[in-house]
């Protein structure tokens, strides 16, 4: 199993603990590689939610499992990466979205798979390999 950057979507079904799929792969890559990564901007789009929401306590477990993960931070090569992915999807006709190129740009920086349900955000870029951990 390749070193893997957990798009928001998915490090949202592991904190849930709900989706039986994703939490068995999850538990086989922590046994392979110790900790979860994913960007500062998913931990940003996380605790946004939870405050949105007023879950303290979700938020205090959240916290925890920030401080025994891997969190990039978005650096300026990351954003300008990025910037290159969203000239080239608004040009194309793909999608754009500010954080999940910076989260796309981050996986590429750093070498590795990004893990993600919405699969279509990113199919279209070049180099980026792309799993889904809900799928068999």
Known sequence: MDEALLDTDILSEVLKRKDR???????????QHQRLAFS????????????????????AG???????????????P???RAAELWADGRKLGHPHDD???IIAATAL????????GNVGHFVWITG?????????
């Open 21 to 31: 799929r994703v939490l068995a792969t999850a538990r086989q890559y922590l046994a």
């Open 62 to 76: 959240f916290l925890k499992t920030v401080g025994t993960s891997d969190v990039f931070p978005v650096s300026l």
């Open 78 to 80: 990351i954003l300008m």
């Open 128 to 136: 980026l390999t792309v799993e889904d951990w809900r799928q068999p």
């Open 109 to 116: 920086e750093h070498g590795r798979v990004l893990v993600t």
């Open 99 to 101: 954080a999940d190129l």
């Open 40 to 59: 500062a901007i998913t931990v940003y789009e996380i605790i946004r939610g939870l405050k949105a929401n007023r879950a303290a306590r979700q938020l």
